[in-house]
């Protein structure tokens, strides 16, 4: 079956290689930036055995009244981060190191860590493609599951690793007795998105904790949090306290979601020191930030007034979003996140034109054989745009 179609059969399969830069702008970033993409036989963006994306030949993201197709923050920066980048533009002819310093100390207290076992980069999925990078140039695998974020699964790959797919549980979250199962001994890294994107769902806090005290004895553990600190409720529990520990976990965050800078490029991981050392032997994650950054992010860090109101905000327009939805007939996956993923009965691309023709961008995915629409949430006017197209093509 199509479905079942692995990397390294690709054209054998029939997947047809395109460059990126003919798509739109939010898929031709980071990893992908300058690759080709597969498109599947009925011409979808092949990410992996289990999910394809959508895109429009012709996307005009800028007539776009509601931009709700990239996961960011729609309230950012926070006034902190502007007044920083302002005072520090004069220092933009100096190297950061120093301010930099200064905040992998406020981090290292906030998380626990020593400053050695903290790395910084521009943003968390350039953290990502640089342990991919230097895991996986020797060969080896990296389970994960599917779907899942790819950044650091696509750069394994072309670096020289296999990826180990798994699919996600019915409930949507990792499968972690397969994923266990599934380690042999060319396992370099496991992979773990959560919550996950792109379905939002969250995989139970103490079965995830069991999973990784007991598999990180095998091989390290990656588990990316750019979204946890928008999680509500019991299971949104951060793995962090087993890198202090001493357990083999690495941690990621971002700024760029709760803080809302995902245009300013800021993130960090945390891990062993000597998982770290062997990163920054080969990378050095700093050097790719701004000292206009630097200082946003060290202001935006204790800024806990704006995070707040964030979330808020940002579950009060899922709420409205996911009610507003139910009333349609339509069946949201839960969300841990900033974006929402529900089913359609309508085919992808044809979802997307209908609903760029109306101002609204959004995502559109088939995943296990049905068509999906993943939608960023922005401000509550543009929440009720986007039911409004909804309520318009329905």
């Known amino acids: 079956m199509e479905n079942t179609v692995n990397r390294r059969s690709m054209l054998k399969s029939g997947l047809l290689s395109i460059g990126g830069m003919a798509l739109a702008p939010h898929l031709v970033q980071g990893a992908f930036a300058n690759q080709p993409f597969y498109l599947d036989t009925h011409n979808r963006l092949y990410y992996s055995p289990l999910s394809r994306e959508y895109f429009l030949d012709d996307p005009k993201e800028t007539k776009l009244f509601a931009k709700l197709n990239a996961n960011e923050n729609p309230y950012g920066p926070p006034a902190s981060a502007k007044k920083a980048v302002a005072e520090a533009v004069d220092g933009g002819n100096r190297y950061a190191w120093r301010e930099m310093y200064s905040l992998v100390d406020k981090i290292a207290k906030k998380e626990n860590v020593d400053v ?31 779907p899942t974020y790819m950044s650091m699964i696509r750069v394994a790959e072309k670096a020289g690793g296999e990826w180990k797919p798994v699919p996600c549980t019915k409930e949507w979250a990792h499968d972690l007795d397969a994923m ?165 009965d309508m085919d992808g691309k044809e979802f997307l034109k209908k609903m760029q023709d109306q101002g609204v961008g959004v995502r559109a995915f088939n995943i296990m054989d049905k068509d999906w629409c993943r939608v960023s949430m922005g401000t509550m006017d543009e929440m009720k745009m986007f039911v409004s197209a909804i309520k318009g093509i329905s």
């Open 116 to 146: 050695k076992q903290i790395m910084m980069g521009p943003g968390s999925s350039d953290l990502l493609e640089k342990v991919a990078i230097v895991k996986f140039m020797e060969g080896g695998n990296i389970v994960s599951a599917d």
């Open 180 to 344: 266990e199962a599934a380690i042999d001994e060319n396992t370099k890294l496991v992979y773990v998105c959560n919550p996950n994107n792109p379905v939002g769902a969250m995989t139970p806090a103490a079965d995830l904790e069991a999973f990784c005290k007991r598999v990180s004895k095998k091989v390290p553990i990656f588990i990316d949090e750019a979204y946890m600190e928008l999680a509500e409720g019991p299971e949104a529990k951060s793995m962090a306290h087993l890198v202090s520990e001493g357990y083999d976990v690495v941690v990621c965050r971002t700024f760029s979601k709760i803080m809302g800078m995902a245009g300013l490029r800021v993130g960090y991981m945390f891990g062993k020191q000597e998982f770290i050392d062997d990163i920054q032997k080969i990378t050095r994650g700093g050097m790719g930030i701004s000292l206009t950054s630097i200082m946003a992010a060290d202001a935006a860090f204790g800024d806990d007034s704006f995070q707040t109101m964030t979330k808020t905000k940002n579950t009060a327009c899922k709420e409205y979003v996911s009610a507003e939805l139910k009333k349609m007939g339509y069946d949201p996956i839960p969300s841990y996140t900033n974006f929402m993923i529900f089913p359609i």
